[in-house]
Nanobody, 115 residues
Framework: QVQLVESGGGLVQPGGSLRLSCAVS????????VGWYRQTPGKQRELVAR???????NYEDFVKGRFTISRDNAKNTMYLQMNSLKPEDTAVYYC?????????WGQGTQVTVSS
């Protein structure tokens, strides 16, 4: 079973930055399109950004120009650099494959944007 370990979340003021990491326990990571997702209480989990095995990136409109997704296939790890954070970015952030989210969800990492 693939294990996903997200980290890097925390409390940050509006306008601040955080860098999330997701360590994946399988080298199959290298051939999969993967994405960052987020969820707030009472809402469905939503895609934030995705990246193909060769590094082609795609972002949802609400994070374009602020977030950057990246990956290191040698380390089976993906990242999300989040800049210009807004209170509405507050959520638990998860990683998984795209579009099928075929791996078991990890515990996620909480991001809280508040003054």
């Amino acid at each position: 079973q693939v294990q996903l370990v997200e980290s890097g979340g925390g409390l940050v003021q509006p306008g601040g930055s955080l860098r999330l990491s997701c360590a994946v326990s399988t080298s199959i990571f290298r051939i999969r399109t993967v994405g960052w997702y987020r969820q707030t209480p009472g809402k469905q989990r939503e895609l934030v950004a995705r990246i193909t095995p060769v590094g082609r990136m795609n972002y949802e409109d609400f994070v374009k120009g602020r977030f950057t997704i990246s990956r290191d296939n040698a380390k089976n790890t993906m990242y999300l650099q989040m800049n210009s954070l807004k209170p509405e970015d507050t959520a638990v952030y998860y990683c998984n494959t795209f579009p099928d989210t075929s791996w078991s969800w990890g515990q996620g990492t909480q991001v809280t944007v508040s003054s």
